[in-house]
């Protein structure tokens, strides 16, 4: 099982891969990712493509709306 600490740096990892222009220090956790960045539909599949890459789990598409932020995805995570 990953520490929050680990889900945080891989869920960082995983927006500026498909962001590169997000500054992780000005991103606000519990703000939905599409409110804070330009993020359309199709980054933000590209985004949990990223996260199933770096994490190695398969995420059922059901559970994207979990992701939505940051604190969704260490929560989601941390189960």
């Known amino acids: ?5 680990e889900i945080k740096k891989a ?4 927006l500026t891969e498909i962001a590169p222009e997000i500054s992780v ?3 606000v956790s519990d703000v939905n990712f599409r409110d804070q960045f330009d993020f ?13 890459a770096r994490l190695k789990i398969e ?3 059901a559970d994207y709306p ?4 940051l604190d969704g995805c260490i929560a989601y995570f941390s189960k």
């Open 1 to 5: 099982m990953m520490t929050q600490e």
């Open 11 to 14: 869920t960082l990892a995983a």
């Open 25 to 27: 220090d000005e991103i």
């Open 40 to 52: 359309d539909s199709m980054d933000f599949l590209n985004f949990t493509l990223a996260l199933e």
């Open 59 to 61: 995420i059922p598409q």
């Open 66 to 69: 979990k992701l939505s932020n």
